[in-house]
């Protein structure tokens, strides 16, 4: 059985009356307050339509104030909340379990300073993703994160729930480029910690607590992020290789000979391609002779044309002649570029068009990490389509399995098993999604006992009334003890 029906509603949670949403109308306005039944509808359900809530309100807060004032009578009244930003993420943590009050900040979506020296950009946290990028393409630099939910994630969303990405092999995690953030917190406490400084040793750096800790927290309503100029030179390849071990030998020369300019190392096995090339329109196999077992897309981005061509035409030829990649093509227009990242970003929308899909995120060791994939297809035969893709650069796969439907047998047969070997290998059952409901009672697989005991007092001190994304991250049990 999943978590979501196991879970029992916290009876010390008060439910919605009258006079909350006319406190909470006198606060917003009309506006602010949605109790339309379709509009809930969309943000009762998750992006994989796996998981639905049962709210019957979603407050849209405008400025960081509101969101105090909501949050302390929320707390003062012991009704649970969601922090909800664009509703991509994958693990059940961004809607309802039963009837907690949704509150969205997608409405706080100003940016508020940019420093064309430092690069750091200073924005509201429902300022979607996509919208930063173009905003900074007009200055001449990048967000130092991107996905493929860009066109509707948010950054409150992204820095809540510690997003990786595409280029995090070459930017580090946002642990390294948030230099500071606002927080609400269930009390109703601001919390202003959003400095703009690279250094500052100043106590202990409790902004990231805020980081990764998806909404279980505070509500994080400002964020002040270091941006990298855009260089003008982007070359993507998407090369083929015939084993697994080849892929990890092409990251290894990649990182040597390709050092300093390489800014994506993503891969995905053929079940992924087929996957993609099925379901979605538009998209042709860009080696077609012949059928591969995997794919590599390596964007490389510097500041010289001339020098960068040059460099990662010699890799290839290089990679050629030893065997390492037996086919390959370099991007040659805008179109190609954009075509060939579909095929990797479109992975996780092909899967939901194929039917249920079951999804694991996980950090392995990667010379070990297809060994997984293996083991679980020999487990499920001809049941499910297991299917391989992520951040290799970054030691993180992204193991999907995709089937008619949900069943219960078929879990069973995947889990625990897919954790304990994770577990066994020292790896990280959420390497980038968070924990969400899908994984609140996993976090043992991967956390020790004493570590969780503290996340768990943290949590209690942060949030005595537990109001804040119920049900979610660490393990209901551990919380309600005493
Ligand atoms: P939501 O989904 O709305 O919320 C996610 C979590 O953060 C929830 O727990 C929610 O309560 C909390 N939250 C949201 N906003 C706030 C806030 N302001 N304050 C406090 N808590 C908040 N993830 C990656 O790491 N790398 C990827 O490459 C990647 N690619 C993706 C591709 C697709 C097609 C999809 C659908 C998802 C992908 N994701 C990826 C998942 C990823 O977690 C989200 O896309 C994104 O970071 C979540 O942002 P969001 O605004 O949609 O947050
Ligand atoms: C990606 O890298 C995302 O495409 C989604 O993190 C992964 O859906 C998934 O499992
Ligand atoms: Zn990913």
């Not at 260089?231 to 084993?243: G, W, Y």
């Amino acid at each position: 059985a999943s978590v979501a029906s196991t879970t029992q509603r916290n009876p010390d949670f008060s439910k919605i009356t009258s006079d909350d949403i006319s406190y909470f109308k006198k606060i917003l306005g009309e506006r602010g307050v949605v109790q339309d039944e379709e509009k809930l509808a969309d943000a009762n359900t998750d992006w994989m339509r796996k998981h639905k809530g049962s709210s019957k309100l979603m407050l849209q807060p405008r400025i960081t104030e509101e969101v105090s004032q909501i949050l302390k009578y929320c707390n003062s009244r012991c009704l649970a909340v969601v922090p909800q930003g664009g509703n991509t993420g994958l693990v059940g943590g961004s809607v309802p379990v039963f009837d907690e009050v949704i509150i969205n900040v997608g409405s706080m979506n100003n940016i508020l300073s940019f420093d064309k020296v430092s690069g750091i950009l200073v924005c509201e946290a429902g300022c979607i993703l996509e919208n930063l990028i173009s905003f900074l393409d007009n200055q001449g630099f990048i967000m130092p994160l991107d996905l493929g939910a860009k066109g509707s994630c948010q950054i409150g969303g992204n820095v809540s729930t510690n997003a990786g990405g595409l280029r995090l092999i070459r930017y580090g995690s946002l642990h390294g480029s948030v230099l500071g953030l606002e927080a609400v917190l269930a009390n109703g406490t601001v919390l202003d910690m959003l400095g703009t400084l690279r250094k500052d040793n100043t106590g202990y750096d409790l902004k990231h607590l805020f980081i990764g800790s998806e909404g279980s927290l505070g509500i994080v309503t400002k964020v002040s992020i270091l941006t990298p100029p855009m260089l003008s030179s982007v070359n993507l390849a998407f090369l083929a290789c015939e084993d697994y071990a080849s892929c990890q030998k092409l990251l290894l020369e990649a990182k040597r000979k390709l050092g300093e300019i390489l800014s994506a190392f993503e891969f995905l096995d053929v079940n992924a391609l087929n996957v993609v090339l099925k379901h979605l329109d538009g998209l042709r196999d860009p080696l077609p002779s012949s059928v591969h077992n995997f794919y590599v897309l390596i964007e490389t981005t510097g500041s010289m044309e001339s020098h960068d061509k040059e460099k990662l035409e010699a890799f290839l030829l290089q990679s050629m002649n030893s065997g390492i990649i037996t086919d390959g093509v370099l991007a040659q227009d805008i179109n190609q570029t954009s075509s060939f990242w579909r095929i990797r970003e479109g992975i996780p929308e092909a899967l939901m068009k194929a039917g249920a899909v079951y999804k694991y995120d996980l950090s392995v060791p990667p010379e070990k990490m297809y060994e997984l994939v293996e083991e679980m297809r020999a487990r499920l035969g001809s049941a499910a389509n297991v299917v391989a893709y992520g951040h290799l650069g970054d030691g993180n796969l992204h193991l999907n399995i995709s089937a008619p439907q949900y069943t219960d047998g078929l879990l069973s047969k995947i889990e625990p098993f897919v954790y304990e070997w994770t577990s066994k290998h020292r790896g990280s059952i959420s390497a980038e999604h968070g924990l969400g409901l899908m994984k609140a009672d996993k976090i043992h697989y991967s956390k020790s006992p004493e570590t969780v005991l503290l996340m768990a007092a943290i949590k209690k001190l942060l949030d005595p009334n537990r109001i804040l994304n119920p049900y979610k991250v660490l393990p209901p049990s551990i919380l309600s003890q005493s």
